[in-house]
């Protein structure tokens, strides 16, 4: 089994860098027997309309050359994750390919895992998201109607893809599905990110029956900024301290504790206050002005 890992490599920002090392580790640790391959990249230096977009299209087509160059089952993770249990446990289930489905939230599909036996089903799966991100990155329009259900780059061409080449009605409710590609009929297993890719809406939660933690945007910042840790402390406290753990072990970080120590800000203890005073007093003014319309009428 492969675990496929794509870096870009942002000039002067290392946080990349920070996460791709503790995921590195994490797979040594909790996934003996996996082989792990790191792509760094540079970062896109032109684009159409967003960078990240043109990044997630250069790795999509990575993908499909990693699936071309072995007969390996594979994992593609987002470099923001950490292996929290063996994932060899998912290839136990019968599937082309499995992709993670949020429970909760209006974004259906999160593509930051994507597990493929390696069947010629699982690399036309592969060659046709690819072919849908091309079409969708250079089609604005055709992105941005996609895009408002599915969300960003290549989580927009996979709904696109799911949606219109489905071998039978687009069902969200059912644990799995089939759709075409090419000559192949692609059995799609769906997995929970409750377990398989945890995200925001279970990060409160955190507990060891889950095998891989997302740290993206909030978790993200608070995990690599000292500062805004304490805004996130409480709300994410089990999943910060999983991994500073982790990266205290690999070598990131100089300390496993985590950042309940700092204080808020003073500026932003301030600015909540001035915001609160700010909205009691609007509260105020509006019913006043309520009461004066309403005797004026009267």
């Not at 429970?103 to 060659?127: K, L, M």
């Not at 799911?162 to 799995?176: F, G, Q, R, V």
């Not at 997995?191 to 909030?218: E, F, G």
């Not at 301290?241 to 072990?249: G, N």
Request: hydrophobic share 40%; aromatic share 10%; glycine share 4%.
């Amino acid at each position: 089994m492969k675990i496929i890992s794509v870096q870009f490599d942002y000039p002067g920002s290392s946080r990349y860098d920070k996460l791709s090392r503790v995921l590195e580790y994490s797979i040594k640790k909790n996934c003996p027997g996996a082989e792990f391959k790191l792509i760094r990249i540079a970062a896109p230096t032109s684009w159409r309309t967003k960078k990240c977009f043109a990044s997630n299209t250069v790795k999509l087509q990575r993908w499909v050359e990693e699936m071309e160059a072995t007969d390996d089952d594979i994992i593609f993770l987002d470099c923001d994750m950490i292996v929290l249990r063996d994932l060899h446990d998912a290839f136990k289930m019968d599937f082309d390919v499995a992709l993670t489905v949020n429970g909760t939230g209006s974004i259906p599909y999160n593509g930051g895992a994507v597990f493929c036996h390696n069947t010629q089903a699982a690399r036309d799966f592969i060659r046709l998201w690819n072919k849908c991100n091309i079409e969708l990155y250079n089609d604005m329009r055709k992105h941005l109607k996609w895009r408002t259900k599915y969300a960003g780059m290549n989580q927009a061409a996979l709904g696109y893809m799911l949606e219109t080449n489905a071998a039978k009605p687009h069902d969200m409710l059912s644990d799995t599905r089939k759709i075409k590609a090419s000559e192949s009929i692609v059995n799609i297993k769906r997995l929970p990110c409750s377990i398989w890719n945890v995200c925001k809406n279970d990060w409160r939660t955190m507990n060891d029956k889950m095998y891989i933690l997302h740290v993206k945007s909030a978790l993200r910042t608070a995990v690599l900024d000292p500062r805004a840790n304490a805004m996130y402390f409480r709300a994410f406290s089990a999943a910060i301290k999983i991994w500073r753990r982790m990266a205290f072990e690999a070598g990131v970080i100089k300390t496993a504790e985590g950042n309940e120590q700092y204080e808020l800000p003073q500026f932003l203890t301030s600015y909540k206050t001035r915001k609160s005073e700010a909205r009691r007093r609007n509260k105020l003014a509006l019913r006043a002005g309520r009461r004066r319309w309403h005797t004026r009428i009267i």
